[in-house]
């Protein structure tokens, strides 16, 4: 069985668990305690993060756009990066804006301050971090808002990765309770489809030591 290194909250996790689940491969995982940086694990992935992903064949692949760009190749019936250049192309920037832009401005603020950098042990939540990232949070969601309400999905008309990527950093935020809904009805009505489908049930089941999530986090109705 492939098998999956990750970790519950970790954004890019959830986003290569959620492209295995929709396009249907079956795979284990495996919590990956990064800061205990297990010589075996450093072999495999010299950056120490997660998530790496060991095929049966042995192959292991490291970085989580390193992993959904094989897959894509590799598994090509449900295609997650677009049909046309011009999809891909919007495809490729979306997942970019989520795992970079949105990463910096709100996670890295909010989850990395909050959760990770107790459990790595670096110290004390910074609170003008925290200020900032709510304050980045908005725009964000409005600008999730307005995609939503301009094309069927993120990208386009098709669910692609930009729509897994979005929804991997706004879950890992929702499930410790960090996101008011009612800032943007159509990000909430996105989510909420996001949320219905099968991949997303893994997730929903996700359990953290310590963090217990807002009752809505498994509704799919909120």
């Not at 060991?54 to 019936?77: F, H, K, M, R």
């Not at 670096?122 to 409005?142: T, V």
Request: glycine share 6%; proline share 7%; hydrophobic share 45%.
């Amino acid at each position: 069985m492939r098998l999956l290194f990750h970790l519950p909250l970790s954004p890019f996790s959830r986003k290569v668990r959620l492209a295995l689940g929709e396009k249907r491969i079956p795979f284990d995982t495996r919590v990956e305690r990064v800061w205990d940086r297990r010589d075996d694990f450093l072999a495999m992935n010299p950056a120490c993060t997660v998530p790496v992903l060991q095929e049966e064949n042995g192959l292991t692949i490291a970085d989580s756009t390193a992993i959904c760009e094989y897959l894509d190749e590799a598994y090509p019936d449900m295609p997650l990066l677009g049909r046309t250049l011009a999809e891909r192309v919007e495809v490729r920037r979306l997942v970019a804006w989520f795992d970079g832009k949105f990463h910096a401005e709100v996670g890295m603020n909010l989850l990395y301050e909050k959760q990770m950098k107790r459990l790595m042990g670096r110290g004390n939540p910074d609170a003008s971090a925290i200020r900032a990232g709510y304050a980045n949070l908005r725009p964000h969601l409005e600008y999730v808002g307005w995609l939503a309400e301009t094309r069927p999905w993120l990208a386009g008309p098709m669910l692609t990765l930009a729509d897994l990527a979005a929804a991997a950093h706004l879950s890992a935020l929702d499930f410790i309770g960090d996101i008011d809904w009612s800032l943007n009805e159509a990000a909430k009505d996105w989510y909420a489809r996001m949320k219905s489908r099968p991949s997303f049930r893994p997730l929903l089941g996700d359990r953290v030591s310590g963090v217990t999530p807002p009752d809505h986090y498994a509704n799919l109705d909120f």
